[in-house]
């Protein structure tokens, strides 16, 4: 839906106004400050909009006919605000009367009211972009899924710092065995060289005990000579037990069981350095661990980070270069408080253009902040997407389709506040904007 034909007389600034704006492209309407260029846009927002986008005083002071507009659109259908009370009337392109049940239909709210839009929050604005390109569900959720391993990997960064640093901080001993030492081996050794020094000393007591035999047997000799064969038989075979026991004492070495005991005194303070050892290694062990951990969830990052730019890359955005990162809306890489506010006004039109297809119009105040290059590329681009933009812009450059003067259009001025308007006065002449 566009429009064909604007008629407004004794709108807020406007004395009388017409206009036919192009159906594709710019239509700008031109002149000095304060002499009504917005005031013809809030006329049509009242007109399209409804109630709520009355102005706060809509007559124009000093004017004795009352505020009248007119809008008939591309396909015949005439909205009208006239009268003592500007009662809306609208008629549908088959003659039947309507309302603005109607105009909602295929009016966008923000098409006639672009800085609702341009002062939305960063994140509103986005969303509105995501809405039209239909991702926002699941960028939402791939934002959710990069938030959790952003904090998983964030978690495990910190440990893997804490355990390297740990790692680091121990004190490794070059001189300590790789295991543990134990004392139960060295304890065995020790009791074998016990029990054999215990043999030993058996052997000798029995040598010292054959010795007193023999003694005590020399003694009876002495005494008993009586018995001196029988005795002297035993002896001869004493003797020889003698000399045998001599002989297997003879060799006799005992084993010192020192160094054995020094190790085992020097056991716990070995094993102390071994277990440190091991610490140490474990702790090398889990530091890399948690940065093979640290290493994959980066990746995961990436992975998701990579499926959002492609979601956004093949969404079919109303803007080349216009996207959304971190939930705001990118232009040309700059976030909209580093946009150029014609850059602002370009996305704003591309985005808002798309919220109801069948709304072929906006509504564009400030136009003079785009240089005549810009304003000249906006209106190729704005023609190209075959939507019709009314605009304001202050001067009287030849970009103007229509200047306005003292609340008159160019070439429109019928004095209306003296001669009290009709209908069918303006009629008379060929209103086409520009052409005045
Ligand atoms: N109801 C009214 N009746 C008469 N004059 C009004 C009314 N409402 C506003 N004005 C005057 O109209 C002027 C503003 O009109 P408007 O905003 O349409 O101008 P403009 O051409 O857009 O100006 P600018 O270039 O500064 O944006 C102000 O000077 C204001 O005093
Ligand atoms: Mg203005």
């Known amino acids: 839906m566009k429009i064909n034909k604007l008629e407004i007389e004794n709108i807020k600034r406007v004395k009388a106004v017409k206009i036919e704006p192009t159906a594709n492209g710019l239509t700008i309407v031109g002149g000095k400050n304060g002499q009504g260029k917005t005031s013809v846009l809030d006329a049509i927002a009242w007109g399209l909009g409804g109630d709520r986008y009355r102005p706060s005083k809509e007559y124009r002071e000093g004017s004795v006919t009352p505020p009248s507009l007119k809008i008939t659109m591309n396909n015949g259908l005439v909205v009208e605000r006239k009268g ?57 959720e791939l934002d959710q899924k990069e938030q959790r391993i952003y904090n998983d990997r964030r978690a495990i960064g910190q440990i893997a710092d804490q355990k390297k640093k740990y790692a680091e901080e121990q004190k490794f ?19 074998a060289i016990l029990a054999q020094n215990g043999e030993n000393q058996r052997k000798r007591q029995n040598v010292a005990n054959i010795q007193q035999q023999f003694n005590n047997e020399k003694a ?3 005494r008993i000579s009586r018995q001196l064969e029988e005795l002297q038989q035993k002896h001869n075979q004493t003797v020889q037990d003698l000399n045998t026991a001599q002989k297997g004492a003879l060799d006799l070495q005992d084993e010192s069981t020192e160094e054995l005991e020094r190790n085992i005194q020097k056991i716990d303070e ?33 992975k998701v980070r990579l499926e959002k730019r492609n979601l956004l890359n093949n969404a079919d955005l109303p803007l080349p270069e216009l996207s959304v990162e971190d939930g705001e809306l990118i232009y040309r890489g700059h976030k909209w408080d580093n946009m150029s506010g ?81 209908q069918e006065a303006p009629q008379q002449k060929n209103w086409k904007a520009g052409e005045f």
Request: hydrophobic fraction near 35%; include cysteine.
């Open 220 to 222: 009876e000799i002495d």
């Open 173 to 191: 001993y070059p001189e300590a065995p790789k295991e543990l030492v134990s004392a139960s081996q060295l304890i065995q050794q020790q009791q």
């Open 84 to 140: 003592k009370n500007s009662d809306l009337k609208v008629v549908d392109p088959s003659g039947q009367k309507a309302g603005q049940q109607l105009l909602n239909s295929f009016v966008e709210e923000l098409a006639i009211n672009l800085p609702k839009f341009m002062n939305q929050s960063n994140r509103e604005k986005a969303d509105t972009l995501l809405q039209i390109i239909g991702v926002g569900s699941q960028l939402y």
């Open 342 to 422: 014609s850059e602002q006004l370009k996305v704003s039109t591309a985005i808002v253009r798309k919220l109801k297809p069948d709304c072929g119009f906006i509504l564009i105040d400030k136009l003079e902040q785009m240089d005549e290059d810009t304003l000249k590329e906006f209106g190729q681009w704005v023609e190209q997407e075959g939507l019709q933009a009314i605009a304001t812009r202050v001067g009287n450059g030849e970009d103007c389709s229509i200047i306005i003067e003292d609340g008159y259009g160019s070439g429109q001025n019928i004095q209306a506040n003296e001669i009290p308007f009709t």
């Open 270 to 302: 070995t094993n102390r350095l071994v277990r440190a050892n091991l610490d140490k290694e474990k702790a090398e062990e889990d530091a890399k661990e948690n940065a093979k951990k640290y290493q994959k969830l980066s990746a995961d990052v990436e």
